[in-house]
């Protein structure tokens, strides 16, 4: 048993595990109060996802929620949470800074934005 933290994996063997979303919220919105005059606000959450098979995966993100031409859209914020430490190659040394760039682009490419939509739409319209 590793006295590490997290589980190491390789970015290439990350690539071909399948994440399962498990949860998402949105953030309560404590931002303003009646009277203080105009302010900017945003709509804003988390996720949290989980990896299929074992070892046991997870990863989570804040995101934010934006408006345009082309309706609704959500967009990763800030770094994702992890039990992870993805490395380029075996055998290569931890590098939480590296991990979490890596898990940024497997987070941006992934089509998790609809799944988590769906969910929050069952969630908060029921």
């Given at each position: 048993?590793?006295?590490k933290p997290y589980v190491?994996?390789?970015f290439d063997a990350m690539q071909r595990r399948a994440l399962r979303h498990l949860v998402s919220a949105l953030d309560e919105d404590?931002?303003?109060h009646p009277g203080d005059g105009a302010f900017a606000?945003?709509?804003t959450g988390y996720t949290e996802w989980v990896g299929e098979?074992?070892?046991v995966l997870t990863m989570g993100w804040d995101w934010e929620m934006r408006a345009g031409s082309d309706g609704v859209a959500l967009r990763?914020?800030?770094d994702p949470r992890s039990n992870l430490c993805v490395v380029m190659r075996p055998g290569a040394a931890d590098d939480i800074a590296d991990s979490?760039?890596?898990l940024k682009i497997l987070i941006d490419r992934s089509n998790w934005q609809e799944e988590t939509l769906r969910y929050l739409?069952?969630?908060y319209d029921g």
């Open positions: 048993m590793s006295d190491r994996m390789t404590d931002t303003g606000s945003a709509i098979g074992e070892p990763r914020v800030g979490s760039t890596l739409q069952r969630r």
